[in-house]
């Protein structure tokens, strides 16, 4: 009995263990299952946002990494620019639109034997002009073109330009060059303005006044200026800047023997604070060779080789000239100019001083000698500063903190301006009712105050109005200096006027 007992107590401990460790099987299973489904399910959510994700970044390619030598397609301020993304090369469409309206106030004409304002020698249309001025609307500028880079160190620029002065042209080349930047020292070659002065430095977006005083301007044209075939070297640095450029004739002008000219500016900040800066300079503007006007005849004495200096009243919807100096047979000119400029804050100044020297050829008479000056200042009502540019060393105009928008109260930039600019373009011109003196050049003095209000609306749109006193001192040189119809020698030929401008621009 005993061991029958003990036999059936083992077959129901056995038969009991077997059916807890089944029982535990069967629990330790079914909790696997409910982990896997949940996985499952995590995974699935998982899955959905991967997929959201992705169909989001597609919808949003400006805010992933462009691929190793991808395109992109910008436009900032209204620029079309297409790029690499490592910046290699790039190609930006530009764009340059200025129209300028005017009134001339005078004194009403009169017939050409009793009214003796004249404009250029020997010009019956200019000297028509001087008397009547015309009122109206000049496109100044319409330029279009591009720029960028090309394999990185390389930089170029081509524009073309269908405004002008007192009448729209049939178009020329404004700037085409290339330029090589992989050194500190930039070489630049083609057609392009050389900075000839620090009125020449700002960009013409955005000068103070529409156009140039007139000493800078009328120095710019001697061996720089829009189109000039230039091969140039420039370097600069965060207060210094330095440039020089060979220069020949514009793209418009053709002649027998091209002029060869040299243009060399030396910039550089003193004095420098947190919102303060001084600027100092001097350029150097050279007629080496003047462009002959025929063959190069020994016999003859060789071609004559003609300079003329002459200027608008600093406005071009007409386009007579008041003061001119006329031909003169030059062996070279020089130009010196001392540059001052200076900024605190949101008020800025400038002024330049010109000297202008002439040398006859083959001749004993004196060589002329001219010169002039200017002094202009801005300050802008809304606090925005003019901005300093270190690649030009040029002060160029404010950008709007708050661009034009009136649902927002938002106005854009004003800018009041003033400045006063005299020039002299006469050599030994005497006073008037005497005759003239041999050598003598009768120019004349061209004095002008200017007023006026810069309206920056945004970065792209400007407008521009303005108030000239202009007063010109010139004395006729007698003889047929004017056509048929010259004063008497020392007769006074300027003029007093009021000039009233509105410009329109658009740039981009």
């Known amino acids: ?59 949003s390619p400006k805010d992933t990494r462009p691929a190793p030598g991808a395109t992109t397609v910008t436009l900032s301020n209204g620029r079309p620019t297409i790029a690499t993304s490592d910046g290699a090369f790039s ?16 004194r009403d004409a009169g017939p050409l034997s009793t009214d003796f304002r004249r404009g250029s020698f020997g010009d019956a249309a200019e000297n028509e002009r001087a008397r009547d001025m015309s009122d109206g609307v000049n496109i100044r500028r319409a330029r279009i073109g591009m720029e960028g880079k090309v394999f ?12 002008g002065s007192g009448v729209e042209e049939a178009g020329r080349v404004s700037s085409a060059w290339l330029q090589y930047s992989g050194y500190p020292v930039k070489v630049r070659v083609g057609f392009f303005p050389a900075p ?6 700002s960009s013409f977006t955005g000068s103070l006044f529409v156009e140039r005083a007139s000493v800078a301007e009328t ?24 440039a020089a450029t060979v220069t020949g004739n514009t793209v418009t002008t053709l002649t027998y023997d091209e002029q060869l000219g040299f243009v060399g500016r030396a910039a550089y900040v003193p004095f420098k604070g947190k919102d303060w800066m001084i600027h100092v300079g001097a350029n150097a503007n050279l007629i080496i060779d003047p462009a002959a006007s025929g063959p190069d005849v020994a016999l003859a004495g060789g071609a004559v080789t003609n300079v003329r200096l002459r200027d608008r009243p600093e406005l071009r919807v007409d386009g007579a000239r008041l003061i001119d100096t006329g031909n003169i047979d030059a062996d ?38 001219f010169d002039g000056w200017y002094v202009q200042a801005g300050w802008t009502l809304t606090g925005e500063p003019r901005r300093y540019n270190t690649a030009t060393a040029g002060f160029d105009n404010p950008r709007p903190a708050k661009p034009f928008n009136p649902k927002k ?100």
């Open 1 to 59: 009995m005993t061991h029958t007992t003990a036999l059936r107590t083992a077959l129901i401990a056995g038969v009991s263990f077997m059916t807890m460790a089944g029982a535990a099987n069967a629990q330790t299973s079914a909790e696997s299952e409910a982990r896997i489904a949940a996985l499952e399910a995590q995974l699935a959510a998982l899955s959905g946002q991967i997929a959201e994700l992705k169909a989001a970044t597609a919808a």
């Open 91 to 106: 190609a930006s469409f530009r764009g340059f639109f200025q129209a300028d309206a005017a009134i001339y106030d005078q």
């Open 152 to 163: 990185s160190v390389f930089d170029y620029n081509m524009v073309y330009d269908f405004g």
């Open 196 to 201: 000839t002065s620090l009125e020449d430095a």
């Open 219 to 242: 120095v710019r044209g001697l061996a720089g200026g829009d189109g000039r075939a230039s091969i140039g070297l420039t370097a600069s640095g965060e207060r210094w800047n330095l």
């Open 332 to 369: 070279g000119v020089t130009a010196l100019g001392l540059e001052l400029g200076g900024q605190i804050k949101n008020v800025y100044a400038q002024g330049e001083y010109f000297n202008i020297d002439v040398e006859r050829r083959n001749s004993t008479l004196s060589d002329p000698k």
């Open 409 to 508: 109260a938002q106005w854009g930039a004003v800018e009041l301006a003033a400045r006063y600019s005299t020039f002299d373009l006469n050599h030994l011109a005497g006073g008037p009712g005497n005759p003239t003196l041999p050598g003598a050049i009768r120019g004349g003095e061209q004095n002008i105050i200017s007023l006026g209000v810069n309206w920056y609306l945004n970065s792209v749109v400007m407008v521009s109005g303005a108030y000239r006193n202009v007063e010109v001192r010139r004395l006729s040189p007698g003889g047929t200096a004017f056509g048929a119809a010259t004063p008497a020698a020392g007769a006074q030929v300027g003029q007093d006027l009021d000039i009233w401008s509105l410009r329109t621009q658009y740039v981009f």
